[in-house]
């Protein structure tokens, strides 16, 4: 009976550093669409100082092409738009991470429980 119990132990084990490796992937991701986010924010605030009159260049490879300044600000709010679902979906994501691992630490905790019971029992036997 400890067998078992020792190889369900493991493989939950297992599931638990899957969730937890998927976990810190996540977390990558919303750190830099944070940082893309911030960085949006301030091209936006800089293009919101421009007069209309001012020349825009965006960059395409190796070349710099002219941009009209509205055309810029609007890529930049649909951009950030963009960022800001991407940045909800991963929140909703790690908050469903964080309740596997809860549920996965609980199921780890009731098979160690039994297993410390299983030992005491084949010991008392012994």
Do not use: H
Request: proline share 1%; hydrophobic share 35%; charged share 35%.
């Amino acid at each position: 009976m400890a067998e078992g119990l020792q190889k369900k132990m493991q493989q939950e084990v297992e599931k638990f550093k899957a969730i937890q490796k998927e976990y810190q992937t996540v977390i990558s991701s919303r750190q830099q669409l944070d940082s893309q986010l911030t960085e949006n924010n301030g091209v936006k605030e800089e293009l919101s100082l421009l007069e209309s009159d001012t020349n825009v260049f965006k960059l395409i490879g190796p070349v710099l092409i002219k941009q009209d300044l509205e055309e810029a600000r609007q890529n930049v709010s649909k951009r950030i738009d963009y960022i800001a679902g991407e940045i909800k979906r991963l929140d909703k994501t790690i908050e469903d991470l964080d309740q596997k691992q809860d549920s996965q630490r609980e199921t780890l905790s009731k098979l160690q429980q039994q297993l410390q019971q299983a030992q005491v029992k084949a010991a008392m036997k012994a």
